[in-house]
């Protein structure tokens, strides 16, 4: 982190204890400074793209913090575009987190989490959350709302969370098979959702809006997969922090128009660009450890390497139908590829590394996180055995302090190398 971003995390984590309000304050006003900064004076290197997203969901976590009564706090699975229609914002542990750590008060809030009991071992994501919200800093939103999928942390973050704010929580069971059963019962689901939200919000839903978002859904995805063909055939140095963007706008944030903008801003940037490959591509498995200056150094805007795509951006794109929004946001429930069994998540990863032209593969193994931990040593064995090498990186997605940095950056060049020596 810069000198100047530490010396604002000194200031901030010095407040938290005893004033809470306070930090609360200068972290949103943080949070709306980046979105202007990045809408009217963005860096050089960044385009248009990823400066316009975060110009856009760096406003919306200083809202989440400064209003907390008009959000509601969700799992980044759940579709929101329910939410939208109804003009609720939604919150979400990895957003928050990431932004806690740019702003390097992670330590704090970390610190505060385990103090309340929280396990040393529990996902760093949520951890985080945890701790800002048994701090005071997050206040209390009107909602808790959560699927039973990808990790075992939702079912126990969120009922700990509605408990501490005195807010209703709803939680969407997503079946482990997909067919068209299970389809409908999640439907049914989330039309009692709607029901459940207009009850504690006093907010109608208006099915002709959610219809509207469904539409803005159907267009940022079919903008979304137009780009990843163009990216199939051109290089795109880029930095890690646009495929975290990319997995916010194609989750928490699908279905609104913004996302239309966003998806199309990618789509001609990228149709811009001279085909032809260069540097070595790679397909990332999981969270991005974005915050660590030493990865920075290898992977952002690197003629040595790109991350061309990472499976959190493509493992729900199906075509929503406003004709049927609940029914729509079932099915990317059902049949996305953290549902079910590391099976359906691995196939999809090597369909994906198939169409674009990926050398290597990097699975994060993000602090915390069973489920992907768990299945790492499946998943390397399947995508070695079709001829992508795989590298298992351990680390952690927001926590500062629970890096081997040394170790992660030995391990990343000499994947990149045995990547470079391939004939």
Same mark, same amino acid.
């Given at each position: 982190m810069g000198s100047v971003v530490d010396q604002f995390g000194a200031i901030v984590g010095g407040q938290v204890g005893g004033h809470p309000?306070?930090?609360?304050?200068?972290?949103?006003?943080?949070? %709306?400074? /980046?979105?202007?900064?990045?809408?009217?004076?963005?860096?050089?290197? +960044? @385009?248009? &793209?990823? =400066?316009?997203?975060?110009?856009?969901?760096?406003?919306?976590?200083?809202?989440?913090?400064?209003?907390?009564?008009?959000?509601?706090?969700?799992?980044?699975?759940?579709?929101?575009?329910?939410?939208?229609?109804?003009?609720?914002?939604?919150?979400?542990?990895?957003?928050?987190?990431?932004?806690?750590?740019?702003?390097?008060?992670?330590?704090?809030?970390?610190?505060?989490?385990?103090? %309340?009991? /929280?396990?040393?071992?529990?996902?760093?994501?949520?951890?985080?959350? +945890? @701790?800002? &919200?048994? =701090?005071?800093?997050l206040p209390p939103p009107c909602a808790i709302l959560n699927t039973s999928l990808a990790c075992d942390a939702n079912q126990l973050t969120f009922r700990r969370l509605s408990e501490l704010y005195h807010v209703p929580h709803f939680t969407v069971d997503v079946p482990y098979q997909p067919n068209e059963d299970a389809v409908a019962y999640v439907a049914d689901q989330l039309r009692e959702m709607g029901r459940f939200l207009s009850q504690h919000t006093g907010k109608p839903l208006s099915e002709q809006r959610l219809r509207q978002a469904l539409s803005y859904s159907r267009e940022t995805v079919q903008n979304y997969w137009r780009y990843l063909g163009l990216r199939a055939t051109r290089s795109m140095p880029d930095e890690m922090t646009s495929e975290m963007f990319a997995m916010i706008a194609l989750h928490i944030m699908r279905g609104k128009p913004e996302m239309v903008k966003y998806t199309n801003l990618l789509l001609h940037q990228v149709a811009a660009l001279p085909e032809g490959l260069c540097g070595k591509r790679l397909l990332w498995v999981h969270t991005l450890p974005y915050w660590q200056g030493s990865m920075k150094q290898i992977l952002n805007f690197s003629d040595?390497?790109?991350?061309?795509?990472?499976?959190?951006?493509?493992?729900?794109?199906?075509?929503?139908?406003?004709?049927?929004?609940?029914?729509?946001?079932?099915?990317?429930?059902?049949?996305?590829?953290?549902?079910?069994?590391?099976?359906?998540?691995?196939?999809?990863?090597?369909?994906?590394?198939?169409?674009?032209?990926?050398?290597?593969?990097?699975?994060?193994?993000?602090?915390?996180?069973?489920?992907?931990?768990?299945?790492?040593?499946?998943?390397?064995?399947?995508?070695?055995?079709?001829?992508?090498?795989?590298?298992?990186?351990?680390?952690?997605?927001?926590?500062?302090?629970?890096?081997?940095?040394?170790?992660?950056?030995?391990?990343?060049?000499?994947?990149?190398?045995?990547?470079?020596?391939?004939?």
């Open positions: 309000r306070r930090a609360r304050w200068l972290l949103a006003t943080a949070y %709306h400074l /980046v979105g202007a900064q990045m809408r009217y004076a963005p860096p050089k290197r +960044l @385009g248009k &793209a990823q =400066s316009y997203i975060q110009s856009v969901v760096s406003p919306m976590m200083g809202h989440a913090l400064a209003h907390g009564a008009s959000c509601a706090c969700v799992n980044v699975f759940l579709p929101c575009e329910l939410l939208h229609a109804m003009d609720i914002t939604p919150m979400f542990p990895e957003g928050l987190a990431c932004y806690v750590t740019s702003t390097s008060t992670d330590t704090v809030f970390i610190q505060t989490a385990e103090e %309340h009991g /929280v396990p040393e071992s529990y996902c760093s994501y949520h951890k985080m959350l +945890l @701790g800002i &919200a048994e =701090s005071g800093v040595r390497c790109e991350i061309v795509a990472s499976d959190m951006t493509y493992e729900n794109m199906i075509l929503p139908d406003p004709d049927h929004p609940y029914e729509s946001m079932a099915r990317m429930l059902v049949e996305g590829s953290y549902n079910g069994g590391a099976d359906r998540r691995t196939e999809r990863t090597l369909d994906m590394a198939k169409k674009m032209n990926i050398d290597g593969i990097v699975c994060f193994c993000h602090w915390g996180c069973k489920q992907t931990s768990g299945a790492a040593g499946y998943m390397k064995r399947t995508f070695e055995a079709a001829g992508y090498p795989t590298l298992l990186l351990d680390g952690d997605g927001c926590d500062s302090g629970n890096v081997g940095d040394g170790q992660m950056v030995t391990r990343l060049q000499a994947f990149m190398e045995q990547l470079e020596g391939r004939i």
